[in-house]
């Protein structure tokens, strides 16, 4: 299984920057892929999920609003699209994925945690600093 993150840079407060996690094999042999960022000397946090079969796509707190998930089937991605970036936003960007998710969070939308996820993919460095 391959996660290959793709599509950071850096960019000046309030900019917009499109990642994108392409995943080996078809996106519906996994039920959830989500995006994590770990900024320097912190740990390693969710930033969004999206769950296949209709499950709800699920935001962190710190991004609800400016960050969208989305899945393309058809290439086997799932994009994240950050809009109104601050600083707070740098980081190195990583997509998970995981065969099988815990009910309680498609029944409560909350992010599943890092060690719940069965695949992880090199990180692509966001920096947002003007």
């Known amino acids: 299984v391959q996660l290959q993150a793709s599509g950071g840079g850096l960019v000046q407060p309030g900019g917009s920057l499109r990642l994108s996690c392409t995943v080996s094999g078809r996106l519906s042999d996994y039920y959830g892929i989500g995006w994590f960022r770990q900024a320097p000397g912190a740990e390693r946090e969710g930033v969004a999920s999206t769950f296949s079969g209709g499950g709800p796509t699920v935001y962190s707190d710190s991004v609800k609003g400016r960050f969208t998930i989305s899945r393309d089937n058809a290439k086997s991605s799932v994009i994240l699209q950050m809009n109104s970036l601050r600083p707070e936003d740098t980081g190195t960007y990583y997509c998970?994925?995981?065969?099988?998710?815990?009910?309680?969070?498609?029944?409560?939308?909350?992010?599943?945690?890092?060690?719940?996820?069965?695949?992880w993919g090199l990180g692509t460095q966001v920096t947002v600093s003007s």
């Open positions: 998970a994925a995981v065969v099988h998710v815990a009910v309680s969070h498609i029944q409560g939308h909350t992010l599943p945690r890092t060690d719940e996820y069965d695949y």
